[in-house]
Structure formats: structure tokens, C-alpha cells
């Protein structure tokens, strides 16, 4: 219980964290915001991107793009 | 989630990961694009936004692993970066930290962490600050002062010299290897070196001899910690927020305030510097000095060596002569 502990008081505060780690936590923010933009509103991405237009088929398999392309991005390759 | 969690816990495994994953996004991008699998302006911006992500990030990693100019300088001048020659080189490396102790380097770096913890030290929030924090935060992965001293004591024979496993042979080796390069550069040339040969072989022993095993191990590590708090004195905001201009002046300004008193720097430096100079002629030395042969062991007019490149240079006899007089100099 204590190793658990510590990992989330080294969690929450970033205890000794290097500028390359910063900047990974930073990559990290932006992925998740960008995935859950295109989960909840694909359309805006639509717009913003200027895609072609989805449809329904379509934006199912954009949402679930968002999800893949977190695992993705986190796990890649 | 995996990178803020990794980037927040300071995951070094996992920032070197991404710098080899992130480049790879535009390549799979293009080809996604190609294919006509994935739009042009999706593939373009996941592209920029993980290719730009991965050059900020090399850029920040790569300025954490390159020491400032300031540093490599100094360090240039204090003790050498390398331990191939093992034990005696090794020896160079605890001889310099027992003298950055005596200027008591270890404590004031270990004292501007803990000024800067409380608030007391005016640092920003920028590189210098995340390099004192971390210093702090791996603070306990290094040798505390009394495993250190005893590491001196053992090797070197400096502090109590009445220890069971202490070095007490050192100093009279030491004094009387000093002894004979001075009496040797004076005399005329054609004169027997055998005296100095055998002091020096009889240095190089009891060096190789201490600096075996663990020593060597405490001597990495030395090595290490005094690379480290060199980098964070020569840090120009560092010195700045403790009221100096540099190395030096922080030490003297933080020991007179903070630890009882200033150390006498000057005197201090020079026994350092010398006595490395000493210790790396030695050590580039010792395999002559064992062998027996007719030919000096020292010619003062000796200026230059010849160099393998990337290696530390070893001292001329020239260098060599006036590091004993620096160093007996400063000793008196």
C-alpha cells in the first residue's frame, strides 16, 4: 500500500519532473483533449479540418478513430 | 492518459520511447493518406502536432544531458571525466572530492536545495529551478558525508587517521614522492633518478592498492555528484539568486552565511588542482615506473605529450614539476 501511495503523491505532484518529462505531460494533455473533441463532437473537427462530410456510418467511425487514436498514440506501434 | 501519467512521473524510459515513436506518426501518416485511407488535413495535422511535439521535447531532453559551457570548464580545470586508468585515476577522482569537501561544496549545494525547498533562494520557475529540484529529489541516491568521509579516510587516509582500515601509509608516501620530483628537477641532468623512481612506485602501490573494488565504485559516484554540482553553480541564475558571480563566490557567500564560515578557497583550489595534475601524471606514469630501466623518469623541460583524442590529457614532467610546487606552495 505504501509503494501505491507514493506513486500517487509522485502522481499529483510532480515531484522532481525534468523539462523533457514536462513536455511529454504537455503532448499527453493535448491528446486527450483532442480525443475527447472528436468523441463527443466530431462535427467541430469536421469544420475545423474542413473534412469531407461523415454521415452517420462516418462519424461512428471517427469517434471510435478518437478512441483507437489515443491507444494509438499511447501505445503506437 | 499514458503520457500525462509517464511525463508527471518523471518516467526517463518513457520520454526516451516517445522520441523514438513520435517521428514514425508523419511517415504512417502519409502512407495512411496515400492509400486514401485517412483525409489529407487529418494525416497533416496529426503530423505536425506529433512531429512538432517530438522536436520540443528532443530539444529539452538534449539540453538536460549537454552540461554548460561554464561547467565543462570548470570541470575541465578541477578533476578529469574519465576513469580508465582505474585505480589511480579513481584515487584523482576521491582526492578532489575530499578537497571539494574541505571547501565544503558538497554542503553548499546541498544548503541552496534547501533554501531553495523553502522558499528562500529567488529562483523563477524556469530550467535552473527544475535543475535545483531535481538535485534535491535524487538526493538520496547519492553517498551521504559520512560514507563519503569514511571513503576518504580509507583511501586517502584524510580525517582520523587512527581508523582501523585507514590509509595510513598515504601521506608520508605522498610527501616524500613531492620530496623527490622537487630534489630531482633541481639537480643537474645525467644525475641518478632512482630515488623518484622508487617513490613513485612506491605511490602508485598504495594508490592502486586503496583504489581497488569499492573505492572505485565510491569513485564513480563521487564523480558523478561533483559533475553535478559543478553544473549547478555555474548556473548563471543560481549564482545570481545567492548573491554571486560565480563558482566560487556562491560557495564562499552560502558557507560565511549559512555554515560557520568560508573556506579558504584560493589555498584550497590550489591543492586541488595541483594535486590531480599530480595524481593524473602518476597514473599515465606508473606502468614506466615498474618497469626498470635506465632511462630519467623526469625531464622538466618536457612541455608536451602526444594526445589520444577523446582521452584526458596527461601532464608533462614540466606540468608535473610545477604542480608539486603549486601544490607544496599551498600546503605550507
Known sequence: ?77 | MLYVVSGRMNAEGFVFASLLDRPLVPVAMAILWHLGIVPGTLALAFAIQDFGSFLWTLTAWLSEHRPSAAAVLERANTFSDDLDSPSIRAMQAIYSAAIFEEIKMFQVVDKLAALFRTGLLPLGRGESADRLRQYAVTAPRRLPESERRAVYQRTLGIGSENGVDSNREFNNLWLRFLSAVKSTAAQDPGTSQEPLRKAGLELAANLSLHGYGMAYVAATELQSHMREMLDLLSDREIQSAAGARDIWQVIELVAARDLGGAPNTTRLRALQSSGATILRWLAARAGGLARASTAPVLNPRERHLTRSPGASPAPSDHDLVRAVERWLAASA
Do not use: N
Open chain 1, 1 to 77: 500500500m505504501g509503494a501505491l501511495r507514493d506513486s500517487f503523491r509522485r502522481l499529483l505532484r510532480a515531484e522532481g519532473q525534468t523539462r523533457s518529462a514536462k513536455t511529454v505531460e504537455v503532448f499527453g494533455w493535448l491528446i486527450l483533449v483532442e480525443g475527447g473533441l472528436i468523441l463527443l463532437a466530431p462535427h467541430i473537427v469536421e469544420w475545423v479540418l474542413d473534412l469531407p462530410a461523415l454521415g452517420e456510418q462516418g462519424e461512428r467511425y471517427f469517434r471510435l478513430s478518437a478512441c483507437s487514436w489515443e491507444a494509438w498514440a499511447c501505445c503506437t506501434w
